[in-house]
């Protein structure tokens, strides 16, 4: 099926610095069902690279297979998209950006998609530090296959059936923290005024970036008893931190009171800057994060808000020490050595 | 084999321990023949551990210049106890046994029909040398200085080799130089030599090259222009991606700022490996990655997917012997069912069979080409024999004028000048669409690449039409793809037989000596290699002009039979297997018993 | 197709949005078809979405007993308003258009060659519920109780069948009868009923059963006593392991202590599904696991090390339209390669076809049989549309006489009897070894199982000779089993034709309206049904007695046929491929027309 | 290659409770090369097993592919073995736990084959807690494939070719903590009088049980430079504890200084007894086990002995709620529901 939403288009419609209407960030008509969390999180990311005004071409939208994994068809119609195979987006992300290291990497996944048949190639992205924005969609459920537990549903969370999850859940930020993430946020669908700011400093970040969004499934989990259910997680939710993202260039306006203001300068100049409501626990430090991760999570809430960071991050580039024009700009010119270089080899062969 | 002259024409096989250095001296050896002018095929033989295994090494030398491995020891050098009792046996009658003779040798080991040359290499090492790791190293190059008394090796030859070979660290250079002189002397004192079989200088390699496949695949990736190799470690194929590291080190590293022209990752499996280099392709990088059987089976999701969703690729397969692990050591030619039809529905993958390092080097190249402009993967099936063993090869080439083709992709202004641009529409009729490169264009040229069904302009549809119009063009595509693939090689100007001779991959050594033993034998054949798949139209005629024709093959299956049989529309029965596949390189001497044999029982071919 | 009666002869298509519940009235309607003693077939052909996107649902009857899809829609209820305006023209002219006239109709949606029913299904639901998802539900029952007034389905057989349905909520049948009374009072009173198209009672089906093959299959593993399920959630082999699940909870748990005698395990992929089900195997459970393509294509290193290592396996393949993710909710037979040649290296694996929900059930209960008596993975190639649809089958039956037979399985006494044991060692001189299970003896039975080669007495090697004796004898195995698998099913006692038709899998039903069909125009073939690879002696005979064979097949690349001429050394010429894959199960009028086709272009066979 | 050990037996070799000697516990020779670290950790298992009298035929003894998987061959003789593929041993010791709850499952991976290939698995086989010891050889290199860094490589780690490691070591215990994994111990293949009370009491664990054993190759990563070399790894060993194994029913003996001492009752009635040397780390606590590895871990040092324990673990067959009798002794009586059965089936079919 192909839709075409009706491209209505008021007069006064706001542009951002490129002077693009929100509309061009827009993608294809969700085929999701309707109250999907998911479609809100596709919701913030266009209002997100908007704001940020993004050249849409200058992006790249990776993702594996699921509801989750269909949401890059319903944003940013104008960028390059690539819906792999299951739970291994990531591999094809690291590929992708190590041909050109001057787009923007965006991936979306789901819980199933990352945490069973992905789980491998998660964990290694986070160990390469690939420049790329990590957005899992978290059900807690397999959307597309019908509602089955995932490896993030919680113990003892009641699906749709009645059945009651007996297994550990993966706390995907926990274990992002563990493997070194320079970039650990979770949040909720729900909550746009914080997923917002949370994928813009994504974003900028110049390393991996994870935001492990709840992002309830009406259809196959949304039903009393379960953990991933829009009331529990409104019911459960608890915030490190109010966010704002300043970028670059602009002026701090907003202030809170003192001592409980933290303010951290993005690699590119703009600022995040987070109203803290968590006192023990500072974003800037690793064991602090973990910390307040496992407290919570023992206590039965769910933190959302930016986790950890770590603004000077060293990408896989980095590490691989690569040239600054991207690899697919070279031509046979820098490339090839020719043949008298291969003369050479062939006196050296004989 | 008897009317085969002994001069410049026998086998001599070593018999070491792994990791105890034998394998640059037994490369010395070899090397040194080779300088000499002589053909020369050393084959590794080693088991899948790191230490203190029996390994082998056999070296062929061939006035003839017949490359294949040739069953029959004549002269046999042991230095592994633990190997001694088999390694007597297998030496031919009227063959030698080169050994340590430190500690005699148990009478048990004594047979009536060969030779002993015992050498006192332990005795020697220590008397000469401290350190135990010297001895260890030092007792394989005096075993060389032997050898080269008793073939007659020129001295100034294995001089040579070994001052090149330290270059850097001249200090060792007159060690070793000793220590060759010791083993030398030893002989000249003991023994008579020459012996009966022995080399003479030749002119017969002309402008040869000796190398490996594996570094030939590497070397060809760099002129190919990959800029991106992700993989993970597997026997035999890891050699292609360190060459390929090696030399982008050397040609790669802009000179101003150290930085790299080139990424390379080793991935944490290959689902990994490969989803990286898919990447990388989509986003215009040239970019491959190198493997083994198990990684192919692993790999066979995303290759559908590359497929279908038509993403160029370079997968790089050594073949081992298989199934499952199997001989991890061992060649084989056993992934090619695996290969051309991996990935569940209906798939089919490009192949290509190099037989000589030099053709790996050009066939890597030419893989990336029709990769990108097929926009599909291009496997390239060679094996352990090729890719770890030295062959003396013809040199590599390389035209500087022919331009790199990076296929049908639309640039910035290409795309402002199409009417209606459709990732997957047909517009030269070959099956080929026109693609573009994410971030081309602010408005144009951006689409979802999927491995689900979508229409010419890469929408998503479930539509039973558009979902086999899709599937016709891809057909159409490989119709294509035939008269673009390595053409077969002949060995004769035009058919001249009634049966024919069909091979490929490695075994073109072993094809080519049966081929003339089998002329010897006033049984004359006309002979075809096989260089890809899809097979173009010579090779379907070059079946059809032959009654039947006999198809060589290392695996048990008669795998490129199947597809041969397959794709072609061939009836089986005109094609007689001749398999081999017990882990060694065939051999030309099995290739005519198995072809003499079937003559003799199933065809009547001598008129 | 005009001399076909228009009574129990026609196909009803209701468009509906998924996610609506409609599945449910839908299947009400097909039922109370069968219940009438007529021959129905009920297709789903859902997207590959949730909730939303049109969904259509096909339900052909047949007086003849045709189970096969037919193409053309006599009658359409559409509740779509997306899909209207194609639903409108894809009824046949004559035919019959059902639709919420609430709002009117499109006039653009007027054809003047079919006839327009209107019934306002909207505006009878707001007026007689008030909750937004009741009127959504009953909606569809009011238009299954218009039909049953246009097509004269008995109301007492609707009455049976919702009391049924709501046993234990027996508050909701008034409610649901009322719908259908509602929707029959709206013909009664404004169109003329029955239709020409309709239904009279018959005693056609005997005691045949209604059930998907997916159901099938889970409750044939329960019969075989399958223990461990290791599986992972793809389309459309889900509710393979649901169906075990829901049966193992009803069947399995011990009244006692309410604990469970089975264990299912969603794993992480589909590696890890395997990799289960193999481990269990080797212990001593049978075990299984159920995917689709994709799947396949992951597993395929672990079927490797199954074949090799032979350990047991039973995996069910539901096969959907491929390459890569494909369309993952339409039909195909496009695995067969992929599930045959699994796996790299010299791997063959045995499959079965199952064609009716009756066959999933003995199949998969012989699957075991087979897997645990060769030590071999058994792949069973279902499909979507026989996993995921209704059929009208044979009802299921079981020999409790019949002992399990566990295979060749050595316990403590048998071990303290054998002289010397041998893991790989051919004693019965069929190629099947002797097992044990861990565990078993203190001293006696222990053995290394590994991918590796290795000899008779499981001890690893890279001996050459011993790896050859081991492919041998895998390749005897492989014989021996040839005549153990499910035998072809043949339609006449004895050939009486120069030509012939194959078929297998869901063909089955189109297959055999098609040869009716044909014989109608004199055109006259002997059939045989294909039910497992490898292909024993009766299907070489049977192709080898006929001139030609036309192979039906639900895929592009005519995979039986690769397999059957590369098994059998059969001229592939001799094959004739009729396809069908675009999705939808094949129809009997595309076999006739390109048979037809066929034998005017290309085979001159009528005499 | 087959190898036999000459079967010398010293007539008054010590026999255990079943009356066996230490050799009825080994396997063939080992072909690793001279002075691996894998070796040390055979000779371990089979001093433990020797030790607590284990019947060899009631233990399946499983592992992945590499010089590390290779060494179930080179103990145990009388246990059943599977080599089976690359990174994918969880799976198949999954299935067979399922089969047969009564044996021990003793599984064996390698670095490369846990912390790359077999990431997956080796997280949803903790996720499951399956019944299990399991031994990671790690060396922090491929071994088998001759010497490529591996996942578990610590960042700054030289190879033996000079080159360094650029990426995160991925740490498992650490990881295996995150997961939740009720018994998680670290040592070092040269530490046999630690690592034989830990494998004692991973195979009492009744669930999942890790223990990471630093085990130095010799051939490939033993050189100066490298953070998994025999000197390295002396010289930054930091201990918990040492841990004393005391089997059921026997007596405790030892004892240490009030407050130093903890003393655990395993699930069985054995004991483990610790002498504890950090004083701010309770190993039935998660939190704190957590802590105590990331402080050591910034210090550059290795936390050896028991690390965490939860004695009262419940394995998967709890979860499953599977029978007592092991599922592979039920026959068709229990298993087959029978034609009278399918009757009805059929009935409610029509
Ligand atoms: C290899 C493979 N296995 C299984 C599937 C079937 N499948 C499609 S989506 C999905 C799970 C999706 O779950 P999740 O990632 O959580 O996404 P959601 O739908 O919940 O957003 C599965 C198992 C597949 N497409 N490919
Ligand atoms: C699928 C697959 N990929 C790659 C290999 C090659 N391989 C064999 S062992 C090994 C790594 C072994 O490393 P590790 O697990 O750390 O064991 P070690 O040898 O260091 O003890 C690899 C990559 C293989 N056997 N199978
Ligand atoms: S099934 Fe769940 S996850 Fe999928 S679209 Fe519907 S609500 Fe969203
Ligand atoms: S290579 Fe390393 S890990 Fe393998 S056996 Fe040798 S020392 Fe041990
Ligand atoms: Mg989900
Ligand atoms: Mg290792």
């Keep these: 099926m192909t839709y075409i939403r009706p491209k209505f288009r008021h007069p006064d419609l706001k542009t951002n610095d490129l002077g693009y209407t929100k509309t061009v960030y827009e993608g294809s008509l969700s085929t999701l069902c309707a109250g999907c969390g998911h479609d809100s999180i596709s919701a913030a990311i266009v209002q997100s690279c908007f704001e940020l005004a993004i050249q849409p071409h200058r992006l790249a939208k990776l993702s594996g297979i699921g509801c989750s994994s269909k949401t890059p068809a319903y944003f940013l119609s104008q960028s390059h998209g690539f819906n792999s195979v299951h739970g291994r987006m990531p591999s094809v992300a690291t590929g992708s950006n190590l041909a050109n290291k001057?787009?923007?990497?965006?991936?979306?996944?789901?819980?199933?998609?990352?945490?069973?048949?992905?789980?491998?190639?998660?964990?290694?992205?986070?160990?390469?530090?690939?420049?790329?924005?990590?957005?899992?969609?978290?059900?807690?459920?397999?959307?597309?296959?019908?509602?089955?537990?995932?490896?993030?549903?919680?113990?003892?969370?009641?699906?749709?059936?009645?059945?009651?999850?007996?297994?550990?859940?993966?706390?995907?930020?926990?274990?992002?923290?563990?493997?070194?993430?320079?970039?650990?946020?979770?949040?909720?669908?729900?909550?746009?005024?914080?997923?917002?700011?949370?994928?813009?400093?994504?974003?900028?970040?110049?390393?991996?970036?994870?935001?492990?969004?709840?992002s309830p499934c009406v259809t196959f989990n949304n039903n009393p008893g379960s953990t991933k259910s829009y009331d529990y997680v409104r019911e459960h939710i608890e915030l490190t931190s109010t966010v704002d993202f300043v970028p670059f260039q602009e002026e701090i306006t907003t202030s809170y009171e003192a001592g409980a203001e933290q303010d951290i300068t993005l690699h590119d100049g703009s600022h995040l800057q987070l109203h803290k409501l968590e006192s023990e626990w500072n974003p800037e430090d690793r064991m602090s994060a973990i910390t307040a991760l496992q407290k919570t999570k023992i206590n039965g809430e769910i933190l959302t808000g930016l986790i950890f960071i770590e603004p000077e991050s060293k990408d896989l580039h980095h590490v691989l020490n690569t040239v600054d024009i991207p690899l697919n700009q070279l031509t046979a010119k820098e490339l090839c050595p020719g043949s008298v270089a291969l003369e050479e080899l062939n006196a050296e062969l004989r | 084999m008897s009317d085969?002259?002994?001069?410049?024409?026998?086998?001599?096989?070593?018999?070491?321990?792994?990791?105890?250095?034998?394998?640059?001296?037994?490369?010395?050896?070899?090397?040194?023949?080779?300088?000499?002018?002589?053909?020369?095929?050393?084959?590794?033989?080693?088991?899948?551990?790191?230490?203190?295994?029996?390994?082998?090494?056999?070296?062929?030398?061939?006035?003839?210049?017949?490359?294949?491995?040739?069953?029959?020891?004549?002269?046999?050098?042991?230095?592994?106890?633990?190997?001694?009792?088999?390694?007597v046996n297998s030496v031919k009658p009227g063959g030698y046994f080169v050994y340590d003779c430190t500690k005699g040798i148990n009478p048990e080991f004594?047979?009536?029909?060969?030779?002993?040359?015992?050498?006192?290499?332990?005795?020697?090492?220590?008397?000469?040398?401290?350190?135990?790791?010297?001895?260890?190293?030092?007792?394989?190059i005096i075993y060389v200085g032997a050898l080269s008394a008793l073939l007659n090796i020129e001295m100034e030859v294995l001089a040579d080799l070994l001052a090149e070979q330290f270059q850097g660290k001249e200090k060792l250079i007159a060690p070793n130089i000793k220590a060759i002189e010791m083993g030398r002397q030893y002989i000249f004192d003991h023994y008579e030599y020459p012996l009966e079989i022995s080399l003479e200088r030749r002119d017969l390699v002309g402008d040869s090259i000796m190398m490996d496949g594996n570094s030939a695949c590497g070397l060809g990736a760099i002129y190919a222009g990959a800029t991106v190799a992700s993989w993970y470690p597997i026997t035999p194929s890891t050699s292609v991606v360190e060459a390929f590291t090696d030399y982008a080190k050397k040609y790669r590293v802009d000179p101003v700022t150290g930085k790299n022209l080139f990424a390379i990752v080793q991935a944490e499996d290959e689902l990994s490996a490969i989803g990286m280099a898919i990447g990388a392709n989509w986003n215009g990088s040239r970019a491959f990655t190198a493997t083994s059987g198990p990684g192919v089976?692993?790999?066979?999701?995303?290759?559908?997917?590359?497929?279908?969703?038509?993403?160029?690729?370079?997968?790089?397969?050594?073949?081992?012997?298989?199934?499952?692990?199997?001989?991890?050591?061992?060649?084989?030619?056993?992934?090619?069912?695996?290969?051309?039809?991996?990935?569940?529905?209906?798939?089919?993958?490009?192949?290509?069979?190099?037989?000589?390092?030099?053709?790996?080097?050009?066939?890597?190249?030419?893989?990336?080409?029709?990769?990108?402009?097929?926009?599909?993967?291009?496997?390239?099936?060679?094996?352990?024999?090729?890719?770890?063993?030295?062959?003396?090869?013809?040199?590599?080439?390389?035209?500087?004028?022919?331009?790199?083709?990076?296929?049908?992709?639309?640039?910035?202004?290409?795309?402002?000048?199409?009417?209606?641009?459709?990732?997957?529409?047909?517009?030269?009729?070959?099956?080929?669409?026109?693609?573009?490169?994410?971030?081309?264009?602010?408005?144009?040229?951006?689409?979802?690449?999927?491995?689900?069904?979508?229409?010419?302009?890469?929408?998503?549809t479930e539509d039973s039409d558009?979902?086999?119009?899709?599937?016709?063009?891809?057909?159409?595509?490989?119709?294509?793809?035939?008269?673009?693939?390595?053409?077969?090689?002949?060995?004769?100007?035009?058919?001249?037989?009634?049966?024919?001779?069909?091979?490929?991959?490695?075994?073109?050594?072993?094809?080519?000596?049966?081929?003339?033993?089998?002329a010897d034998d006033d049984l004359h054949f006309d002979a075809?290699?096989?260089?890809?798949?899809?097979?173009?139209?010579?090779?379907?005629?070059?079946?059809?002009?032959?009654?039947?024709?006999?198809?060589?093959?290392?695996?048990?299956?008669?795998?490129?039979?199947?597809?041969?049989?397959n794709e072609l529309q061939i009836n089986p029965k005109d094609i007689i297997s001749v398999l081999n596949y017990d882990g060694m390189p065939i051999t030309a001497d099995h290739i005519v018993e198995t072809i003499k044999s079937k003559i003799n029982n199933e065809v009547k071919l001598v008129s």
Tied chains: 1, 4.
């Design chain 2, 528 to 565: 075809m290699r096989i260089r890809s798949f899809p097979f173009n139209q010579d090779v379907d005629d070059f079946i059809n002009a032959h009654k039947k024709v006999f198809l060589i093959e290392q695996n048990r299956d008669a795998q490129m039979k199947s597809i041969l049989v």
């Design chain 2, 466 to 518: 558009a979902y086999v119009r899709n599937m016709k063009r891809l057909e159409l595509k490989w119709e294509t793809m035939k008269s673009r693939v390595p053409a077969p090689e002949f060995l004769q100007d035009k058919n001249e037989n009634d049966y024919g001779i069909i091979y490929f991959g490695t075994s073109i050594y072993a094809a080519k000596e049966a081929i003339d033993i089998l």
């Design chain 2, 4 to 87: 085969r002259s002994k001069i410049n024409n026998f086998v001599v096989r070593f018999a070491n321990v792994n990791g105890t250095g034998s394998a640059s001296a037994n490369l010395l050896f070899a090397k040194a023949i080779f300088r000499m002018g002589i053909f020369v095929t050393p084959k590794n033989i080693f088991p899948s551990n790191i230490q203190g295994l029996p390994t082998w090494y056999d070296v062929r030398v061939s006035e003839q210049g017949y490359l294949g491995r040739r069953a029959g020891v004549d002269l046999m050098v042991c230095v592994n106890p633990q190997s001694m009792k088999n390694d």
């Design chain 2, 110 to 140: 004594i047979r009536d029909d060969i030779n002993y040359i015992g050498v006192p290499l332990m005795e020697m090492c220590i008397r000469e040398y401290q350190d135990p790791r010297q001895r260890q190293l030092f007792k394989n």
């Design chain 1, 102 to 214: 001057e787009l923007i990497y965006f991936g979306v996944s789901g819980d199933g998609d990352t945490a069973s048949i992905g789980m491998g190639q998660f964990v290694h992205v986070i160990r390469r530090n690939l420049n790329m924005v990590y957005i899992v969609m978290n059900n807690g459920c397999y959307g597309l296959t019908k509602g089955q537990d995932s490896a993030t549903a919680d113990e003892g969370s009641k699906s749709k059936s009645g059945s009651v999850n007996m297994f550990n859940a993966i706390d995907l930020p926990s274990l992002a923290l563990e493997l070194g993430a320079g970039f650990v946020a979770q949040s909720f669908s729900g909550d746009k005024a914080q997923l917002i700011p949370l994928i813009k400093a994504a974003i900028k970040h110049p390393g991996f970036a994870i935001i492990n969004v709840i």
């Design chain 2, 297 to 460: 089976s692993l790999m066979s999701e995303f290759l559908g997917l590359a497929y279908f969703a038509e993403i160029p690729l370079v997968l790089i397969d050594v073949q081992r012997s298989g199934p499952s692990t199997g001989m991890p050591t061992r060649t084989q030619q056993s992934d090619i069912i695996a290969s051309a039809y991996a990935s569940h529905g209906d798939t089919k993958h490009a192949l290509v069979f190099p037989s000589t390092p030099t053709e790996c080097f050009e066939m890597t190249a030419e893989a990336f080409e029709l990769a990108e402009f097929f926009q599909t993967p291009i496997i390239m099936l060679t094996d352990l024999d090729l890719g770890m063993n030295d062959h003396v090869c013809a040199p590599l080439k390389w035209d500087d004028s022919k331009p790199m083709n990076r296929g049908k992709v639309l640039n910035a202004e290409e795309l402002d000048k199409v009417e209606k641009w459709g990732r997957y529409l047909d517009v030269d009729g070959d099956g080929v669409p026109y693609r573009t490169y994410p971030g081309t264009h602010p408005t144009k040229g951006s689409y979802f690449t999927r491995g689900t069904s979508r229409d010419e302009f890469a929408t998503y």
